[in-house]
């Protein structure tokens, strides 16, 4: 059981490219999330979604965008890079129904900016 | 924003030593978890506690909640080198696709 995996793991890019982060789960998970992960400030969120087709913005959603066209997969795009964005990025989800679930997330994608 | 603040920043002890770490809220929760994060590695989910529970215990692994306080501790007795990460608390209120909102985390450093 492979739980959240996330793609790519490492990836540097040049202010103004564009990049999609790839996010699978394989435990039938309704509830997916995005998160970045800076030095001194925890996690915060990015975008969520509830379900197949559905997306909603977090704390933290200005020059990301997101998709959920399969609900195994959540997608991250970044259509123009910039340094800020340099960040370790991480992917998790939980079931549907009761807020009292732990999340499950993977391993991260640390992104450079430069 | 940050909802939970966790105290201490960081946290250095011996092997065998128990070691607590708190945790501050804002507002009104659901349930507060906690969670570690080894180097490099992403967060592992360690224990859950609901806003109507005082305590719970997970192996060596202690949490207590004090609602009317707003907060929170993860007690991990007989240390290990094992538990060397970081720790971080968080929290989802009460509302219909709350979402979980992290502290900054303390960070656990077990010598052996």
């Known amino acids: 059981n492979a739980g959240v995996t996330q793609t790519p793991k490492f990836r540097v890019l040049k202010t103004g490219q564009s990049m999609t982060l790839l996010c699978a789960q394989d435990m039938n998970h309704e509830y997916m999330y995005w998160y970045r992960q800076d030095p001194g400030m925890g996690l915060r969120l990015i975008h969520y979604?509830?379900?197949?087709?559905?997306?909603a913005k977090g704390e933290v959603p200005d020059g990301y965008n997101v998709s959920r066209l399969k609900k195994q997969n959540f997608l991250l795009g970044l259509e123009s890079a910039a340094p800020s964005q340099t960040s370790v990025y991480f992917c998790?989800?939980?079931?549907?129904?009761?807020?009292?679930?732990?999340?499950?997330f993977g391993s991260g994608t640390r992104l450079t900016v430069v | 924003s940050q909802q939970g603040e966790e105290d201490p920043q960081a946290l250095s002890i011996q092997e065998g030593e128990n070691a607590t770490m708190n945790c501050s809220y804002k507002?009104?929760?659901?349930?507060l978890q906690w969670y570690r994060q080894n180097s490099g590695r992403g967060l592992v989910h360690l224990i859950l506690i609901r806003s109507n529970e005082r305590e719970k215990h997970s192996g060596r692994l202690r949490v207590t909640l004090d609602t009317s306080k707003k907060s929170s501790s993860l007690l991990i007795t007989a240390s290990r080198a094992a538990d060397t990460a970081s720790y971080f608390c968080?929290?989802?209120?009460?509302?219909?696709?709350?979402?979980?909102?992290f502290g900054k985390g303390t960070m656990l450093l077990v010598s052996p």
């Open positions: 979604s509830v379900g197949e087709g559905t997306t």
């Open positions: 998790a989800s939980r079931p549907q129904g009761s807020v009292s679930y732990g999340y499950t």
């Open positions: 507002t009104s929760i659901n349930n």
């Open positions: 968080a929290t989802v209120e009460n509302s219909g696709y709350s979402t979980l909102t």
